[in-house]
């Protein structure tokens, strides 16, 4: 419990640093080390596929895709250095700038409100009576091995019960692919 | 014993996360977002462990391998500007 928590308060941390950061390949890369430890996380949900692809796209595959977008475009954040000295010797514009301040401040609460309100009612983690855990994974969990002969429930219900939904969206990623390799390739002059 | 060691590591990671987010120059984050790639491949196993499932270990290992696929990128893009 105590090996989550502190994960958990990297993943935050990380989010934190990612955000504040002007130097764009800094937060690229602390985007990386964010996915590596999300990783372990689903590790220890026993969620070893989904850890797979988090390690190998997360930490793999997107670092280098952002600093390929990096090399083509800017490091430095745009106006970075302006947007902090918000307070002028200027009446109007002081006003302004409360003004915008608050107004953000209050859609951030009331969203951050609205979002823990809809977690309310959720089933605790683990909670055996939770509506995931009565309907369709007792079958899972009884019948995949027979049915279809892989040893992890959650490589089963990818791969063999909701095959065609991982088809699909292996269709999508593949399609991106080929997106991306159109707009990295170099440029005929 | 297994958990305790997990501990430790966690807040191993921790202190190299202070690394990334202090360091002054760059390379200073790659190296630092490096060892946390070590610890993880650690924690992976240690995982494993607790949870009496040593077949972790494989993707342990498999994690060691595309650890330094960004740090590859990264020299890459330092040394020539670009990456094609």
Redesign the interface.
């Known amino acids: 419990m105590a090996l989550d928590l502190i994960l958990l308060i990297i993943i935050v941390i990380c989010a934190f640093a990612a955000v504040q950061m002007r130097d764009l390949l800094s937060a690229a890369l602390v985007l990386g080390a964010c996915s590596l430890i999300m990783a372990v996380i689903w590790t220890r949900l026993n969620a070893v596929d989904v850890a797979f692809t988090e390690a190998s796209v997360g930490a793999g595959i997107t670092t280098v895709l952002m600093i390929a977008a990096l090399s083509r475009t800017r490091r430095g954040e745009e106006g970075g250095e302006e947007r902090d000295m918000g307070w002028v010797h200027d009446g109007a514009a002081n006003k302004r700038f409360i003004f915008r301040h608050i107004a953000m401040l209050i859609v951030v609460l009331v969203t951050m409100g609205v979002l823990i309100y809809g977690t309310m009612d959720m089933p605790d983690f683990g909670d055996p009576d939770a509506p995931a855990h009565t309907h369709v994974a007792r079958r899972y969990i009884e019948k995949s091995r027979e049915e279809t002969g892989v040893k992890n429930f959650v490589t089963a219900v990818l791969v063999s019960y909701r095959g065609y939904d991982t088809l699909g969206e292996t269709t999508v990623i593949f399609t991106a692919g080929i997106a991306v390799v159109l707009l990295l390739r170099k440029q005929r002059r | 014993m297994f958990?305790v060691a997990?501990?430790v590591v966690?807040?191993a990671?921790?202190l190299v996360?202070y690394r990334?987010?202090k360091?002054p120059r760059?390379c200073d984050?790659?190296l630092?977002?490096n060892a946390?790639?070590t610890k993880?491949v650690v924690?992976?196993a240690l995982?494993g462990f607790m949870?009496e499932r040593p077949q972790?270990l494989d993707?342990a290992l498999?994690?060691a391998l595309?650890?330094f696929?960004?740090t590859i990128?990264?020299l890459k893009?330092r040394e020539m500007?670009?990456?094609?």
């Open positions: 958990d997990g501990i966690a807040l990671v921790l996360i990334v987010i360091g760059i984050r790659v630092a977002v946390i790639g993880t924690l992976l995982i949870y972790f993707i498999v994690y595309i650890n696929i960004a990128a990264f893009y500007g670009r990456l094609d």
